[in-house]
């Protein structure tokens, strides 16, 4: 079977990796996307493992079309019988990029129409009561290539579940987990993001250092069309935790110079199973200190509603420079909205990646170490 899983740009190089490591065959990396094979079970495994993606579509059908005749009659071929009954609730969304055919709201239409009649060819309906479990269709077309996709996932992967407290704009879970991913903190080391809000990045640390996978306590859309059974889904699931590092101890330190966000931190870490793991403290980044002599820093500097004053930003990137850069045997990853923050620094970066955050445009700093520990 084949897969497509959704991803923020620029993090298409780690969710392929995570999809080699978990076993899967992946045989193409997209714009926002990666293209796997693998066995119906392997949506137990990928739903529930893999930190960075935005979700698991199964992919239905390939096809050019250059015109919307073209795209009726081949969705109108796909035996969607075979995989839903008659009474699914279709939900059909459009993307186009770069395509002759670019409408999204008649892409939708024209989709919706062409699923209907094939019921009605091959059911002998009028119409669908619509009446069953969802079934949410993605008609992907880019550069004239149409993907039919059938979204397996449901709620978006970055919604694990444990972050149920916040403070203004928090990072996305599965972003969050990227951008640890690229600063290759596995567990080894100290972890230290000293501007944590509520918590997200170091949680997602934890999860990391003791292989917790993300989505291992959700319940996920596939599981509601019994194209596998309760059984099976429970003995995957048994698997995967067994991969599972609750002996490991890690060092993970978290603070803020807010208190409710700490607050909140605490709460969300709690609510996640990694409360032990991290050690939480209200301070401002100027009191930074480590016992440490060396590890990883990864944080995200305010930025939208989280930002002050241009003068606060100021004093603040003054801070990172002293107290954050000056850790010569860390390595570090600093997620900032200002494409200039690494100019007139005291320490050389050694990559700088760009990001979308909640339509933001973002950049991460990554700095290697200037010292071994």
Same mark, same amino acid.
């Given at each position: ?15 392929? $990796?995570?999809?080699? /490591? #978990? ?13 796997y094979e693998g066995k119906i079970d ?17 992919? #239905? ?14 969705? *109108? ?9 008659? $009474?699914?609730?279709?939900?059909? $969304? ?43 269709? /993605? ?8 993907? #039919? *996709? ?13 972050? +149920? ?18 600063? +290759? ?23 990391? @250092? ?62 996640? @199973? ?33 930002l002050g004053t241009e003068e606060e #930003? ?10 954050? /850069? ?48």
């Open positions: 079977m084949k897969f497509l899983a959704t991803i923020a740009f620029g993090l298409e190089g780690v969710l392929k $990796n995570e999809l080699i /490591l #978990l076993g899967m065959d992946v045989k193409s990396t997209n714009m926002g996307s990666v293209v392997s949506l137990v495994w990928a739903n529930s493992c893999l930190r960075t993606p935005d979700r698991i579509y199964w992919v #239905l059908d390939e096809f050019e079309a250059l015109s919307f005749d073209e795209l009726f009659e081949n969705i *109108l071929n796909y035996p969607f019988e075979d995989i839903m009954p008659s $009474n699914a609730k279709i939900i059909v $969304n459009a993307k186009s990029y770069k395509s002759k055919v670019y409408s999204l709201r008649d892409i939708q239409k024209i989709s919706k129409k062409a699923i209907v009649k094939r019921f009605s060819n091959k059911k002998g309906i009028k119409y669908m009561d619509e009446t069953g479990e969802e079934y949410p269709i /993605l008609v992907k077309i880019e550069k004239n290539h149409v993907y #039919l *996709l059938l979204d397996t996932t449901g709620i978006p992967l970055h919604k694990r579940g444990y972050r +149920r407290d916040s403070r203004l704009a928090p990072i996305r879970e599965n972003f969050a987990a990227g951008l640890i991913l690229l600063s +290759r903190w596995f567990g080894k080391g100290v972890f230290i993001d000293p501007m944590c809000g509520s918590g997200t990045i170091a949680i997602e640390a934890a999860l990391i @250092g003791k292989n917790i996978p993300p989505g291992i306590n959700r319940k996920f859309l596939f599981e509601k069309w019994g194209i596998l059974s309760k059984k099976d889904v429970d003995k995957n699931r048994q698997s995967i935790k067994s991969g599972i590092k609750n002996d490991i101890s890690l060092e993970i330190r978290a603070s803020d110079i807010d208190k409710t966000a700490i607050k909140y931190a605490k709460n969300n870490a709690k609510n996640a @199973g990694v409360s032990k793991d991290i050690v939480f403290a209200n301070r401002d980044i100027s009191d930074l200190k480590t016992e440490f002599t060396g590890g990883t820093v990864v944080t995200n500097m305010p930025y939208g509603k989280r #930003l100021k004093n603040l990137e003054k801070m990172v420079d002293e107290k954050i /850069l000056t850790l010569e045997t860390y390595r570090l990853g600093i997620l900032s909205a200002n494409d200039r923050f690494s100019q007139h620094k005291k320490r050389k970066v050694s990559k700088v990646r760009k990001f979308y955050n909640a339509r933001i445009e973002t950049f991460f700093y990554q700095y290697e170490p200037t010292k071994r520990w």
